[in-house]
């Protein structure tokens, strides 16, 4: 589907954006592959790296609506990325926070209706899920935002969707890179926000091959959730750094000790399909179906049982040491 596409990806220089914008060009011909960001420095160290004839770098920020009308122009689909995610940030610069995450999931919203993209899919996190932290409620408010548009959307082709995952692994600014710094300095202990911490694990590859199906997948107006495995913090530092000790510094500002991607109160209209599973919306649709068992593939799903929920702590998947150990090497090399 995405071959003679135009495609366009925001916050297209993070780390979701270059494992995006390398499976694109792998396995598809794009008419024009967008890459939109605000950080000039990033586009032009990716463009050393991605300089294929159909790559446009365009300088914006998802908080200017009129910078995106521009964009979007004769753009089919879009991976909105672009958000401010680092939790303890969020909770000492909130408005900053509000003004990308939802003030720019409006903006994306406004100039893919304007321009009759065919499809929009909008990044989220698991801390959208009964969230605790204000970068959590920004992209529960990004997530309603993007699902009620397809009720927006009218007569326009327009549809959207929602990915939700957890941490990835070696993402910038993520545990694994960080305690790799610590440890290649020489640090005597790693820090562990809590012993029981869990988090739901997948890699910048995985996420990206799950946006790529559910563009196939999508009807309009689900959130996507992969079935992906938890990890024990601790398993993780041990992994890492056998033998090095394990120092716990208590739960930073915003912080859960487990996370969940499909809340119990939600149980009523989330699916199980065979690898993910699919929150459909509370709300009713006019232009657009309402059956959500059945995707756009032809894949089956059914209801998940009352009070069902899927978090990191009871996840029946756990990843071993051995096998964080094989993931990281493969990630950090």
Aim: hydrophobic share 40%; aromatic share 10%; proline share 5%.
């Amino acid at each position: 589907m995405f071959d003679n596409s135009s495609i366009l990806v925001t916050g297209g220089t993070g780390s979701f954006g270059h494992m995006f914008v390398r499976q694109i060009l792998a396995r598809y011909k794009p008419k024009r592959l967008i890459v939109l960001s605000r950080d000039e420095l990033k586009q032009f160290e990716m463009r050393q790296e991605f300089d294929a004839p159909c790559m446009r770098y365009f300088l914006g920020d998802v908080r200017d609506r009129e910078r995106l009308n521009q964009a979007f122009k004769d753009v089919d689909y879009v991976v909105h990325a672009a958000a401010l995610k680092q939790v303890p940030a969020a909770e000492y610069n909130p408005t900053e926070c509000i003004r990308t995450n939802i003030t720019g999931a409006e903006n994306v919203i406004h100039a893919a209706l304007n321009n009759n993209v065919k499809k929009v899919i909008a990044l989220s996190t698991d801390k959208a899920a009964n969230p605790i932290n204000l970068y959590g409620a920004t992209k529960l408010a990004s997530d309603k935002l993007f699902v009620a548009a397809n009720n927006m959307a009218g007569r326009h082709p327009t549809h959207f969707s929602v990915v939700r995952y957890g941490n990835v692994v070696g993402s910038r600014g993520s545990v694994v890179p960080f305690f790799k710094k610590l440890i290649d300095n020489g640090n005597d202990h790693l820090p562990i926000t809590h012993k029981d911490m869990t988090r739901f694990w997948i890699t910048l590859d995985e996420g990206v091959e799950f946006v790529l199906t559910n563009f196939q997948r999508m009807q309009g107006g689900e959130i996507f959730i992969p079935k992906i495995p938890s990890v024990r913090i601790t398993e993780l530092a041990t992994a890492m750094a056998p033998g090095l000790e394990q120092r716990e510094i208590g739960i930073r500002p915003g912080e859960k000790l487990h996370e969940v991607m499909c809340p119990a109160d939600d149980s009523y209209h989330t699916f199980e399909y065979r690898d993910h599973f699919v929150i459909s919306p509370s709300i009713t649709f006019h232009s657009r179906t309402n059956d959500f068992d059945v995707n756009a593939l032809g894949e089956k799903g059914k209801l998940v049982a009352p009070g069902f929920e899927y978090n990191s702590l009871n996840n029946e998947h756990y990843l071993t040491i051995d096998e964080l150990k094989a993931l990281n090497e493969k990630v950090l090399k």
